[in-house]
């Protein structure tokens, strides 16, 4: 009950400033992914796994920048990391060691990423990968997996928003563009796979093999589920892209966060080209493409004509690269341990609370990440994880239960722990989804 927050008023802070943000933005917020229920929480300042609202809240951070600060907030080595070079010129037009450092660091870590370049942003990563793939094959089309999230490039969200028609799902094919406006040529060399689908992965890819230049994949979709990729998955779209020579990129821009050497390695994925971000900056703008020394060198400038410019004003700036190298030596093998056994804890009390109570939720995620469905079977792929309106209203219900226990806790994505929480953390996190369980079952 201590931790309970405290009535509507004291939230008046951010209220007041929701209204002053209604004059300057087109919804009252920067971006689109804000929560406002009805109004965005502000935030005063972070600590550790806390956040600190203008008003003097405390929240848990399940969120954790969308997945990005697996240290929590203001995590020493970082600030100290950064500190300096704030007096001494945060971006430069010439190189600096620290990119060299963090590159050393991924290269080794990552098998499929014998060679890199530096972007500020996932999405940016996504875009110049599926350029790269473009230019190695000469080949125009992608393929990627229907509702899976890769970032706003105009080919990597085509495919993203699906919804079922009103005479149920249609069958795959085509993407549709996610936004209206989107020149339709886009979506006609999008091509959609069903994640965990091998029975049409082959046919699809067969239809139209010499036109596609790569298949995008994030091994464990977040927004489509945040499902495990099947074995057999895994081997057949291996088998079938290395037959039509069709690159596989895998997004891991999310999912880096799995492993010491990523979620390619665990799962058993061999992928050409390799994307991250989010971990990597330590709480800074970054984004990585990463691959095989052979197709990362269409952004060579020494061969006489480079099929790709990749630049970038702030690419590789020191401060993103200096802080994710802090942020990523942290990261030792057993810090993945440690964040995955409180990772499983979880899951598995989740899990717990739903079989006890006989409740159809079920829980999806590996390591440090968790989704909770409103679904009595745990997706397997995007059409399964779908909500309803009524479940979503149910999930938006269980959100705000969550707000009002001082936990923030996204849905409808992936959610996270950070190396900065502690068991009692994690018993707050089960005690409320109990709690809430309870009240849903009365
Ligand atoms: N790819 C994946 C798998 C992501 O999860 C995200 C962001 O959530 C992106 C790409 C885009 O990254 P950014 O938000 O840094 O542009």
Redesign the pocket.
Known sequence: ATNRLRQASARSRSKRLFSRAKAVFPDGTARATVERDPFPIYVQRGEGAYLIDVDGNRFLDLNNT???LIHGHGFAPVAEAVVDLLRSGTCFANPTEHEIALAELLTTRIPAMERVRFV???????MFAIKAARAFTGRPAIARIEG?????YDW?EAGQGVSPGKDGWEPVSIATPTYRGTPSSVAEEVHLLRFNDVESLEARLRAVSDRIACVII?PM???AGLMHPEPDFIEALSQTARKYGILIIA?????LRQGYAGASARYGLNPDLI?A??IIGGGF???AIGGREEVMRVFSIEDAKPLLSQGGTFSANPVSMAAGLAAMAAMTPDAFDHLEAMGDRLRAGLSASIARRDARFSVTGAASLFRIHPKRVAPVEYRDAYLSAEEASLMRRMSRHFLELSILLPYG??ACLSTAMVDSDIDLVLTAFDDFLKAEIQ
């Open positions: 969308y997945t990005t500020n942003s996932g999405t940016e990563a996504v899976a999230y890769h970032g706003a990597a994030d979709p977040s927004r997004d891991e821009v999310l999912n994307t971000g989010k703008p970054i984004g994505a992936a």
